[in-house]
T-cell receptor, first 112, second 113 residues
Framework: SQKIEQNSEALNIQEGKTATLTCNYT??????LQWYRQDPGRGPVFLLL?????KEKRKERLKVTFDTTLKQSLFHITASQPADSATYLC???????????FGKGTKLSVKP | NAGVTQTPKFRVLKTGQSMTLLCAQD?????MYWYRQDPGMGLRLIHY???????AKGEVPDGYNVSRLKKQNFLLGLESAAPSQTSVYFC????????????FGPGTRLLVL
């Protein structure tokens, strides 16, 4: 069956550093990979989507890479701030009609 | 736009009781979804709908029923609640063109005693 893993349950970094979160998947080739942010007591909020034929996508301080050979996506937050502290979820979509499969998330804490 | 709203925000049930969770969206999205989120398990899809009058099973459908009588509303029903259904439930909707980006509601916290 499809499996998606976010390597770290928690990641602690110092303000100003770059946070790098990892998402690995097995058993199929997704058409899209997405990253969401979830704050405590709230629903996930979409951040970025990257397609299987794209290597990298950026949005302000966020960057996502997608390596279909390694079956891995990396999510980077540069110049991190305490306000970036949240849980980040990756999600895969298989084809245009497939449902999303979510990872368990990585809780990021940015210390001032 | 209110986006995706969920009612109620929090509910306590006794085992065997029934209840309905309501999800509403004002973005004219075709697709709607119900997820549950448990510690250590991530988000899991319960049921989904690709349009008014249609529903389909997701990953964990047992013990739940759904209805999509109106395009903007998606109801999740628990006929006989069990403690294993204690969870946080999220509704989401997505663009008519596909399921690329999902917009989530604020969640309903359900405790079954």
């Amino acid at each position: 069956s499809q499996k998606i893993e976010q390597n770290s349950e928690a990641l602690n970094i110092q303000e100003g550093k770059t946070a790098t979160l990892t998402c690995n998947y097995t058993n199929y080739s997704p058409a899209y990979l997405q990253w969401y942010r979830q704050d405590p007591g709230r629903g996930p909020v979409f951040l970025l989507l990257i397609r299987e034929n794209e290597k990298e996508k950026r949005k302000e301080r966020l960057k996502v890479t997608f390596d279909t050979t390694l079956k891995q996506s990396l999510f980077h937050i540069t110049a991190s701030q305490p306000a970036d502290s949240a849980t980040y979820l990756c999600a895969l979509q298989r084809g245009s009609q497939g449902n999303l499969i979510f990872g368990k998330g990585t809780k990021l804490s940015v210390k001032p | 736009n209110a986006g995706v709203t969920q009612t109620p925000k929090f509910r306590v049930l006794k085992t065997g009781q029934s209840m309905t969770l309501l999800c509403a969206q004002d973005m004219n999205h075709e697709y709607m979804y119900w997820y549950r989120q448990d510690p250590g398990m991530g988000l899991r899809l319960i049921h989904y709908s690709v349009g008014e009058g249609t529903t389909a099973k997701g990953e964990v459908p047992d013990g739940y029923n759904v209805s999509r009588l109106k395009k903007q509303n998606f109801l999740l029903g628990l006929e006989s609640a069990a403690p294993s259904q204690t969870s946080v439930y999220f509704c989401a909707s997505s663009y008519p063109a596909g399921r690329e980006t999902q917009y989530f509601g604020p969640g309903t916290r359900l405790l079954v005693l």
